[in-house]
């Protein structure tokens, strides 16, 4: 299990679970639920935000964000 902020580009995973915080809903709310597949699509230069595709959409996330949530990567 690593951190979504761990990924590269390219790569897909399996959203696991989430930290107990403050951003734990928000991340529900815009599609990042447990058992989703994401991928992600691209890395700022500087390496914060981040965009992944879940569920059928472009979604960019701080890097604090993407450090909440765990996720299981998946072979290429």
């Not at 107990?20 to 699509?41: A, Q, R, S, T, W």
Request: proline share 7%.
């Amino acid at each position: 299990m690593k951190r979504l902020s761990e990924l590269r580009t390219g790569a897909r995973a399996r959203i696991h679970s989430f930290e107990k915080n403050d951003v734990f809903l928000k991340l529900m709310e815009m599609g990042c639920v447990p058992g989703e597949i994401i991928k992600v699509e691209k890395i700022a230069p500087l390496g914060d935000p981040i965009s992944i595709a879940v569920a059928g959409y472009q979604l960019s996330l701080r890097l604090d964000e993407a450090d909440n949530i765990f996720v299981d990567p998946i072979p290429s």
